[in-house]
């Protein structure tokens, strides 16, 4: 036998009688314990994070925005794969067939998650104003909120921004955005300590960093990343929980919906590179919210590797 094997192996004999000394716990310990507990096994260490995450997930009930396709449909599936047995969904999109196809494929998987689905245009305030009175009893008490829904139409420049264009993305990304915020809020507030929850705008690289061809997207997403930070110094004596997170380039219906439904042209944005996917915002947005109440990741920014700015890409072989 090598020395190292040898070492190594009294090191793991000497970890298990260590353990074996231990106590048995009769009752679950608080979420923190298992992130502060150092395991020799880096499998366990990921288990007890995996678990902690749950835990804290238990129990909640989670309104997401946009929920139809691409992140916020990401969104909810991871959603449903951290804590699939006790869990409550509200699944918002204009689509309501997609919905239901979410719905259903999470109900397949995760056998503890409620899934209640609602037709929701977050540009309509009367919509908005609508949501929160004619939600089940059950789904009423809402603990976390993702707002996911956003696009943006064309690439025009000044003078030539269609004042319909205009309308639309701010009616969806700004105001739709503040007032389903301002529709969830009192719940958040109603609770003991001056109110507990947590705020998830879902915002992007364009609000940090204005590019032509898209004065108008970038303008709505400053405004949602200004929204967000006053929001968050707003509550500070609360133990509500204000989150952005702003990707880069991720593929989804996006670049379609800015192209007018012009696949051809959608396709070409994302030649050469390899973008980002929904489910890799998906877990960034579950991790912030699968942290300890004390706990805020308050400001995320995510790129693929060729990116490093919203208009700096290395394009392979273009």
Do not use: W
């Amino acid at each position: 036998m090598s020395l190292y094997l040898l070492r190594t192996t009294t090191r793991l004999l000497r970890t298990s009688r260590a353990l074996a000394r231990l106590p048995i716990a009769t009752t679950t310990p608080p979420p923190h314990i298992f992130l502060s507990t150092i395991s020799p096994f880096p499998h366990q260490q990921y288990a007890n994070m995996s678990f902690a995450m749950a835990q804290r997930l238990k129990g909640k009930t989670i309104l997401i925005t946009g929920a139809s396709a691409g992140i916020g449909k990401s969104t909810a599936l991871e959603f449903a794969r951290t804590q699939p047995d006790d869990l409550k969904l509200i699944l918002t999109a204009r689509r309501v067939d997609s919905l239901k196809e979410v719905a259903s494929e999470i109900e397949g998987s995760a056998k503890g998650v409620k899934v209640h689905i609602v037709k929701l245009d977050v540009s309509v305030p009367e919509e908005i104003e609508a949501l929160v009175g004619n939600l089940p009893s059950d789904f009423k008490d809402i603990d976390v909120l993702v707002n996911n829904a956003g696009l943006v139409k064309g690439v025009a420049q000044a003078p030539n921004i269609s004042p319909a264009d205009m309308q639309t993305m701010f009616s969806t990304n700004v105001t739709g955005l503040i007032n389903l915020t301002q529709a969830i809020l009192p719940i958040f507030q109603s609770r003991p300590d001056n109110g507990s929850g947590t705020i998830v705008n879902i915002g992007s690289i364009a609000g940090r960093e204005p590019y032509p061809g898209g004065s108008i997207y970038c303008a709505t997403k400053a405004a949602v990343r200004s929204f967000t930070d006053a929001l968050r110094r707003e509550l500070i004596s609360s133990r509500i929980r204000v989150i952005e997170i702003d990707p880069g380039q991720v593929e989804t219906e996006f670049s379609v919906v800015r192209f007018y439904g012009d696949k051809e042209k959608a396709k070409k944005v994302y030649e050469g590179v390899e973008p980002l996917t929904p489910e890799d915002i998906a877990e960034v947005v579950v991790f912030a919210v699968g942290r300890r109440e004390n706990v805020v990741i308050a400001d995320t920014l995510i790129f693929p590797n060729h990116q490093a700015a919203a208009t700096v890409m290395h394009r392979k072989g273009v």
